[in-house]
């Protein structure tokens, strides 16, 4: 049994210490929010997350983890500190590292005159040098001792997905970390012995970009398949039809093609924000990644010129806003794009009912003015149209049906491809969806 210290109780670091304490080590959690450390000490999970809680309770009844607001007695005996706190965005898109500096600081503090050689991990998504940079230089300076030779430093990215962050987490599809020490990189190879996957081994600066360069790529995708659907939309082709046509090319792959109001979420657009900003003061501007940001922020727009084709002007209109969470299965509204459609909707002079299963509470906080409907039902009824920005399993049950008898007029855009298209087509709903053409629907009848 290993002592492990995970400082910054999010996502990433709820899921790495509930993984870790899954593999029988003793886990202790530092957060600087006295709710979240009191939520994970009752066994409650501090955020929605599938398996989350049920795992907590039995870490907690095995004994193997526990919480705290001091940092210093999370590291103190820990043979590994994972630093897992957040890197939001500055003024200017780059990672702001305050929060970072901050938790260095504190561990470096707790790691003074220790000579039995922790090894503190960065987990944190932060830009190419930090670890080198920052967070080495941070170490040595508050606990007078040296890198590599009292205590070691490393960059191991996370790559998990909300929603399935605990199922990630525990089978990664590759683990990836950077050191510049050999007795790190040996340890770690052992941390990680038991997890079937690719290992990469590489120098700090390298994991970190590895990071960036992933989510990059796989934003590029979904605004490619955006830019895409939106010409489709306007040809008259289904985009999910040209996609079946170009995923069986190894090369390119089905996934991540879903076209939709675009992506929202913790990573995505503060990560390209801050790839975008490393770019430009490197003097190499990414193009791709400005463009693919660019492209996310028109998307919304796309949600309501389909509306008002179909509804003509909004003002005064009643309109359901399906979805409130970045995407399914979390109750996370960080980015999400229910919010810039909730904007333009009131903008127009729309009357806006919101509905989502679980992220009503926490979009308030967004849109404190926010109607919020207790159930899918209500939020429809009376409704002049329907924007679905979230592909919750809950929506697929509407039918035309229920759609004529609840809404005034059964107008629905489907913002992410959640209903059959065909379904809708015959039932005298005017359904309108990112990507489908009409004259494609038309050719499924
Ligand atoms: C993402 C990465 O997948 C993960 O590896 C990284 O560690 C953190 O960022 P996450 O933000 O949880 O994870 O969600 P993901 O499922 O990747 O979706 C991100 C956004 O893209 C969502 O808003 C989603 O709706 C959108 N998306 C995704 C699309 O619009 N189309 C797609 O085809 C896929």
């Known amino acids: 049994m290993t002592r492990v210290a995970i400082v910054g109780a999010g996502y990433v670091g709820v899921c790495t210490g509930l993984t870790f304490a899954g593999q029988g080590h003793r886990i202790t959690f530092a957060d600087v929010d006295e709710a979240r450390v009191d939520a994970l000490r009752a066994g409650r999970a501090p955020f929605f997350e599938p398996g989350v809680e049920a795992a907590l309770r039995r870490a907690l009844r095995l ?10 007695t999370a590291v103190d005996a820990a043979r590994w500190v994972f630093l897992c706190v957040g890197t939001p965005p500055t003024s200017t898109g780059s990672a702001d590292l305050t929060s970072l500096r901050a938790a260095a600081k504190a561990v470096g503090q707790a790691l003074a005159g220790r000579r039995d050689y922790p090894i503190v991990v960065v987990k944190s998504t932060v830009p190419p040098g930090t670890v ?83 989510n990059a790529f796989l934003a590029t995708r979904v605004s490619f398949a955006n830019e895409m659907a939106n010409l489709c939309e306007r040809l008259g082709i ?59 922020e028109r998307q919304p727009a796309e949600a309501i010129r389909l509306l008002r084709t179909e509804v003509g002007a909004l003002k005064g209109r009643r309109i359901a806003l399906l979805g409130l969470a970045f995407k399914p299965d979390t109750d996370d509204v960080r980015e999400t794009r229910a919010l810039p459609i909730y904007r333009a909707l009131r903008h127009e002079g729309a009357d806006v009912v919101a509905y989502d299963p679980r992220a009503g509470e926490s979009f308030r906080r967004l849109a404190p003015d926010a109607v919020i409907a207790t159930s899918l039902e209500e939020a429809l009824t ?62 499924k009848d």
């Open 63 to 72: 004994r193997r983890i526990d919480a705290t607001t001091d940092t210093a």
């Open 132 to 214: 080198d940079d920052v967070v080495r230089l941070t170490l040595e300076a508050a606990s007078g001792s040296r890198a590599g030779h009292d205590f070691g430093v490393a960059s191991n990215p996370e790559f998990l997905r909300e929603g399935h962050a605990l199922q990630d987490a525990r089978r990664p599809d590759r683990v990836v970390w950077g050191t510049r020490e050999p007795r790190t990189a040996r340890r770690l190879a052992q941390l990680y012995a038991r997890v079937r996957c690719p290992k990469i081994r590489t120098d700090p600066r390298t994991a970190e970009l590895i990071k960036y360069a992933a």
């Open 238 to 296: 289904d985009w999910y039809d040209v996609v079946e046509g170009i995923a069986p090319d190894p090369r390119i792959g089905p996934q991540f093609f879903r076209a939709g109001v675009g992506f929202g979420g913790s990573c995505f657009p503060k990560d390209l924000g801050a790839l975008a900003a490393l770019g430009r003061s490197a003097r190499n501007p990414l193009r791709i990644v400005e463009s693919t940001l660019e492209v996310n």
């Open 382 to 443: 009376g409704a002049d149209g329907a924007i679905i920005q979230t592909e919750w399993d809950e929506f697929r049950r509407l039918r035309p049906d229920l759609l004529r008898r609840l809404m005034r007029t059964p107008v629905v855009v489907d913002g992410r491809r959640t209903l059959e298209s065909r379904s809708m087509d015959r039932g005298a709903v005017r359904y309108r969806a990112i990507g489908l053409g009409r004259n494609g629907s038309a050719k």
